[in-house]
């Protein structure tokens, strides 16, 4: 979902959903294409020759999953030498991620791995949110970025019912809100494993191949990180261009 209170968009217009597309949730970005000479919007797969037109705004989503950042240090000797996180049920299947842990001594990423660690990687329990270190790494100050899924009441106690009488308008919707830029957006919904700077020139943010925010495909480009996920606010702020149509 989109954080409105901070998120700005030169305007928002109305457009057709593409033949066959669905959009299920609020703050993805969309790219545009012509449907029987009409532009229509669908989600993107990052793909070369994709075009950005904006991001999706509806008010029926039920919000599933949240992003999170937190501090943490490793125990000092003798152990064991495992964090746990104060969310449980990560979004994590490894190797499919949505963990990120930052070594803040060595301002570097720990290796996530699956089996037992070693020196400078980190083996995370995605159903107990548990983060299990190797000794060499004790005492070492770290920051996790991740998302995690909500229980129903999790949901309905942070967003309440969003629009409850329209909850399965989904199902018959041929058209919907878009938010065009320039302007800047934050969302919760990107790649929380992915690195988007503390210091030094802007991050680009682009399209990746599931449809959400991230910076490892680069073929379809969004914007420019101006806010970086903290601990105060998780959500990803990004500048974005006008549409690339």
Not at 119 to 135: D, E, H, I, R, S
Request: charged share 15%; glycine share 10%.
């Amino acid at each position: 979902m989109l954080d409105m209170k901070r998120t700005q968009f030169l305007r928002n217009e109305e457009a057709g959903i593409a033949s066959g597309a669905t959009i299920a949730y609020e703050g993805l970005p969309l790219i545009g294409q012509i449907e029987s000479g009409e532009l229509v919007v669908q989600t993107g797969t990052g793909g070369a020759g994709e075009k950005f037109y904006g991001f999706s705004i509806r008010a029926d989503q039920a919000v599933a999953t949240q992003p999170k950042v937190e501090n943490g240090t490793i125990p000092a000797a003798p152990g064991p030498y495992t964090v746990s996180l104060t969310r449980t049920n990560l979004v994590h299947a490894f190797p499919v991620t949505s963990v990120r842990v930052y070594d803040v001594a060595l301002a570097a990423d720990f290796t996530l791995v699956a089996g037992a660690p070693a020196a400078t990687q980190c083996q995370v329990n995605g159903t107990t949110g548990v983060l299990t270190f190797n000794n060499a790494d004790a005492g070492k100050a770290i920051v996790v970025y991740y998302r995690y899924n909500l229980t129903v009441a999790e949901a309905q106690q942070m967003f309440h019912d969003r629009a409850i009488n329209n909850l399965q308008l989904n199902e018959y919707i041929t058209s919907m809100t878009v938010g065009i830029g320039p302007g800047r957006v934050f969302v919760d919904l990107f790649h929380s494993e992915d690195t988007y700077g503390t210091a030094g020139d802007p991050i680009t943010v682009y399209l990746q191949s599931d449809g959400l925010p991230g910076t490892t495909v680069t073929n379809v480009t969004l914007g420019s990180v101006i806010h970086a996920p903290t601990i105060d606010n998780p959500y990803l702020g990004i500048y974005i261009e006008a549409p690339q149509l």
